[in-house]
């Protein structure tokens, strides 16, 4: 009899120590992952205060222009040109199209134009915060489309943020994303929009 109670207790013993260690290693794993989780919204955190302080370090201090002579664009360096009696008075960094290189051929491609136009219309009621028009395709645009026997395209805007994604800044020139119009800032389009009347020639180069 003292045999079998020795066993039972055994058995319990273990059991006790089986369970306390089983609980004991749970609550550290609990531990852990909470700290995990802890950490990596943490580092989120830390990453969007460095983009939004470096966004806004990025950004031009606010100054009146007047009105603009030329828009120049240099796709290139994604840089765009605010010019004013044959100076440059405000640069901006620019995104373009999925397929930047070379002039637009055909619609669809996602390419930005190249030549000469202008800022032919406006729309304060864009998908994009804002938007102004580039009188894409012109003459000729139409006629190599023609002789290729595809449609030039066209609806090429300068435009700003998609609605509601403002807060993302100059961080969206990290890459080219558009369908081949030009992208700035909201805070970019407003001074644009303020600077540059309809009528204003943008050039556009490689």
Not at 183 to 190: C, G, K, P, R, Y
């Amino acid at each position: 009899m003292r045999f079998k109670y020795k066993i039972v207790g055994f058995r319990i013993g273990t059991e006790f120590a089986a369970n306390y260690l089983s609980n004991t290693f749970y609550k550290h794993f609990l531990t852990m992952r909470n700290n995990r989780a802890l950490i990596v919204i943490v580092s989120l955190i830390i990453c969007v205060t460095v983009l939004y302080t470096y966004t806004k370090a990025q950004e031009q201090p606010k100054k009146p222009l007047g009105k603009i002579d030329k828009v120049l664009v240099l796709k290139s360096e994604r840089k765009m040109q605010l010019i004013k009696n044959g100076e440059v008075v405000r640069t901006y960094k620019i995104a373009l199209g999925n397929n930047p290189i070379g002039h637009k051929q055909k619609e669809g491609d996602e390419r930005t134009p190249e030549g000469n136009y202008v800022l032919d219309w406006r729309n304060e009621q864009s998908h994009y915060y804002k938007s102004m028009h580039i009188s894409y395709p012109n003459a000729e645009d139409k006629r190599q489309a023609k002789a290729k026997n595809v449609s030039p395209g066209g609806n090429i805007m300068i435009h700003a943020l998609p609605n509601g994604m403002g807060y993302i800044g100059t961080g969206h020139t990290a890459n080219d994303w558009t369908d081949g119009c030009i992208a700035i800032t909201n805070e970019q389009m407003d001074e644009l929009w303020g600077s540059a009347s309809n009528g204003t020639p943008i050039e556009i180069k490689p």
